[in-house]
């Protein structure tokens, strides 16, 4: 008797999409279902694995480089593969979602990498998970352009040559597609966009003299790496293409993974092409995996905390050494400045401060950053050019003088600032305003001329639910609490009420938002991520 065929994957509770079935075809989503069953048992074991490290910093209030690994850290003879000749130069990278106006814009942007962004930048509604997919096969195909119903204006892509290379970013491991189902279980949003994007792209990327490269996001511990690098393994055995081909950038943006670096990049060494500084989602997670840890852990104003701080230069400076030692890239942060088209003065004093920002990172090893808007490209590219010149790296500049020990990562006392009520109202307002647009949609989202992503969200959150923790009293003598947090949402309703009217008012989710972002700062039992009950109400 023969073994019965394996169950494919159900398309649940979705309305069809115009052109789904040129990305959700018969041999696509035999492939992500193929990923779902050898790879989902062990991303389930090592999601249950963060909570039991977090149970022990809990206990413990501190982290420490791994034992387990030192032999790791301490073999200078391995690197990482070298990079191929689209990633040898990434000095601006710009970053958003994959929606089509977006996609024509950052790929002509003049950015060296365009990060298209499934991930924080952009929410998980059924339609930006499909469609994304298929403008990134468009443009590769260049089958793709774009007409503003409200401007009349045109969009089309620029001659290949003068195009950015794309590094597509999966969603992180904790998060499900609902939409996509095996036997009844919702397959991992990440083994969703890879999935989809490799098994239609590898080949033609490769055909490009590119290839399938990829951020991966929220990174933990380098067993998720590793997790990432058997996925690589079987994906390109899987369509035939040289083991090798996948190149991923890992984001350092949890706590845990700034203490195991080295082993990320060991994991993936084959497939490694460097690793990213983000800061947002950094100090999220400090908040989150520190928050029973006292006042010497309260965070102040997320805008007070610059990346020269003590502990944020720390992460950075080993970031750049850890690369530039196994032969990898350093890639530096986000300028999210939007600029205004209405006032100048603003946009000069943002500019300098990006001018600064990105001179810096130059100047401590980075081999390039990251923007938020067009605009900022040719600030960051001149940062950057004047440091390499026509070199299109500087991973020879080793960083030997850095010697970062592990209470330094975790040195958040060593600022001066402390939480104001401005950054409490502020908390709220930038809360409220992107959790009201991400239900509807859309996950990049300008405020205050800033453009801000999920992990926006996720600090504020955590900045608030930390303050009220804390008992922090702030400059005007005003304690955190919950009652204080709730009056401060309600008058920032109100102003929004006042500042769009009740018609737009009426028509947005305010209501939705406002009890979404109390509920995750006020709850006792922290949500690991705010996007986890967001997706809930994400129709």
């Known amino acids: 008797m023969s073994a019965p065929a394996p169950s494919s994957l ?10 789904q079935d040129e990305v959700l075809t018969p041999a696509a989503l035999a492939f992500v279902a193929e990923l779902h069953r050898r790879f989902t048992p062990r991303r389930n074991e090592l999601l249950a694995r963060r909570g039991e490290r977090r149970a022990e910093i809990a206990r413990t209030s501190t982290l420490d480089f791994l034992p387990e690994t030192a032999a790791i ?30 996609t024509i814009n950052a790929l002509n942007s ?12 952009s929410a998980p509604t059924w339609e930006n998970v499909v469609t994304g997919q298929l403008n990134l096969m468009d443009a590769y195909n260049r089958a793709i352009d774009f007409t503003d119903p409200k401007s009349g204006k045109s969009y089309a892509l620029k001659p290949a040559d003068e195009l950015a290379t794309v590094v597509t970013r999966p969603r992180g491991w904790h998060l499900d597609e609902r939409h996509l189902q095996l036997d009844g279980t919702p397959v991992p949003g990440a083994l969703v966009d890879f999935g989809l994007y490799f098994f239609h792209n590898a080949q033609r990327l490769i055909d490009l003299g590119k290839g399938p490269y990829f951020y991966l996001p929220k990174t933990e511990s380098h067993l998720e790496a590793r997790l990432w690098n058997d996925i690589f393994v079987f994906a390109q055995d899987s369509v035939g293409i040289p083991q090798g081909t996948v190149r991923a950038t890992v984001l350092i943006e949890t706590i845990t993974a700034a203490y195991e670096m080295e082993e990320i990049l060991y994991e993936l060494r084959d497939h490694a092409s460097g690793l990213n500084a983000g800061r947002w989602d950094y100090l999220f997670s400090i908040v989150k995996n520190f928050r029973d840890g006292g006042s010497k852990f309260v965070l102040p104003d997320r805008n007070a905390v610059t990346m020269t701080a003590p502990f944020m230069r720390a992460y950075t400076e080993l970031l750049v050494r850890t690369c ?8 530096g942060g986000m300028a999210a400045f939007i600029p205004s088209r209405r006032d100048a003065e603003v946009n000069k004093v943002a500019f300098e401060k990006v001018k600064a920002d990105k001179d810096r990172e ?23 050019d004047a440091v390499l ?11 030997e003088d850095v010697s970062v020990a592990a209470g ?6 060593t600022l001066h600032a402390k939480p104001t009520y401005d950054g409490l109202r502020n908390a709220v307002a930038v809360g409220i305003r992107y959790i009201e647009a991400w239900l509807r949609g859309m996950g990049a989202v300008a405020i205050f001329n800033l453009m801000e992503d999920a992990a926006t969200a996720e600090i504020s959150r955590s900045q608030i639910w ?3 923790n804390a008992d922090v009293v702030f400059e005007n003598g005003e304690h955190a609490t919950a009652e204080l947090a709730r009056k401060v949402a309600a008058e920032e309703l109100t102003a929004i009420r006042t500042e769009i009217g009740d018609e737009a008012f009426a028509a947005g989710k305010w209501q939705q938002a406002h009890d979404l972002l109390l509920q995750v700062s006020l709850d006792q039992d922290y949500a690991d991520f705010l996007t986890l009950p967001a997706y809930e109400q994400l129709r």
């Open 324 to 331: 530039h030692k196994r032969g990898a890239h350093a890639i």
């Open 73 to 102: 850290r301490a073999d200078d003879s391995w690197k990482v593969a070298p990079a191929p000749a689209a990633l040898n130069d990434r000095r601006v990278e710009i970053t958003g979602p994959t929606d089509r106006k977006m």
């Open 389 to 399: 010149g026509e070199k299109p790296n500087q991973k020879e500049r080793l960083r």
């Open 10 to 19: 159900a398309i649940v509770d979705a309305e069809p999409l115009p052109r």
């Open 408 to 413: 330094d990562l975790i040195a958040i006392d």
């Open 110 to 121: 003049g950015a060296k990498v365009w990060l298209a962004d499934f991930e924080d930048a």
């Open 362 to 384: 130059a100047g401590d090893g980075f081999d390039g950053s990251w923007v938020a808007h067009p605009d900022l490209v040719p600030i960051a590219m001149a940062s950057f």
């Open 466 to 468: 930390q303050w009220i």
